[in-house]
């Protein structure tokens, strides 16, 4: 991305150093990720799309994607190891070795759709990992739940389709992208939020709508895209969220997880633009997906 750009290598730097500096780091094992497999975006992404999308990489300078969206250098190496992230996320839970996952990368994937890339996104990666977990003969049904400001479009349109997966995003509305917010699907959920809405409204939101799909829906693996641009903080959007709130949404879906599927739980970054704000919240976060 271009210098100023929102979504910037400082992102997860904050994040990083945030947890170090209050020790928080040290609770957990940390993992370098691979590349992601072929496979693994083929499952969720055009073959075509990801041809051009690797032909369009510049060896120097930017390249558009769409207004939001730059192709650098080192774009799509990082966004391969983000969608890695998610594959080996599945393996490891799966595997037994890890009840719950946290993947601290960049770029983001919620808005990467079947056949396009836009909004700062190119892999999916939260799809990447759910596809991955469908692949295995044991997995029929995984939850996909999206607490960024923006609507996970990218997700619900690789899976729309797919009713072992279900997909409940909350989301400011109307906001970017504008997109599958009033799709009516059995296992879409969307969850929109008049710009101003309160941690309280929020809250009643999420228990109204996610609660009674969960419960329906019985997942085996929980993946959470979380975003945090809905920090009051934030930047880019204008929902008033706070630290305390991600602490309870984030709560809210470890019960679920220990009621439907083990408690296991895999979590991937998405969007959060406030420096300070993102690194709290992904402090508060991390700690009550440890509890």
Sequence with gaps: MHEG???????TQSILSHLKETGQL???????????????????HEPLYLKNLAASAPASGLVTVD????????????AR????????????????????????A????????????MGFCFYNNVAVGAAAALAHED??????LDFDVHHGNGTVDIFKDKPGVLVASSFQHPHYPHRYYDLKRPNIVNTPLVAGTDGLGFRKAIERDWLPALEKFKPQLIFISAGFD????????????????FTWVTDLIVAAARQHCGGRIISTLEGGYNLEALAQSVAAHLQALAS
């Excluded at 960049?106 to 890339?117: F, I, V």
């Excluded at 997995?139 to 996909?144: E, L, N």
């Design 26 to 44: 040290t609770e957990f094992e940390q993992r370098n990720p691979e590349t992601v497999s072929e496979e693994a975006l083929k499952r969720v």
């Design 67 to 78: 207004p939001d969206t730059h192709l650098s250098p080192g774009s799509l190496p990082a």
């Design 139 to 144: 997995i029929d049904r995984v939850a996909i």
């Design 5 to 11: 750009h929102p979504e910037r290598p400082e992102r």
């Design 106 to 117: 960049r770029p983001p994937g919620h808005h990467a759709e079947h056949d396009a890339g």
């Design 81 to 104: 190891l983000a969608a890695g992230a998610l594959e080996e996320a599945v393996a490891l839970v799966l595997s037994g070795k890890n009840k719950r996952v946290f993947s601290c």
């Design 230 to 245: 809905a920090h009051t903080a934030d930047p880019l959007g204008d929902i008033h969220l706070k630290e305390a709130d």
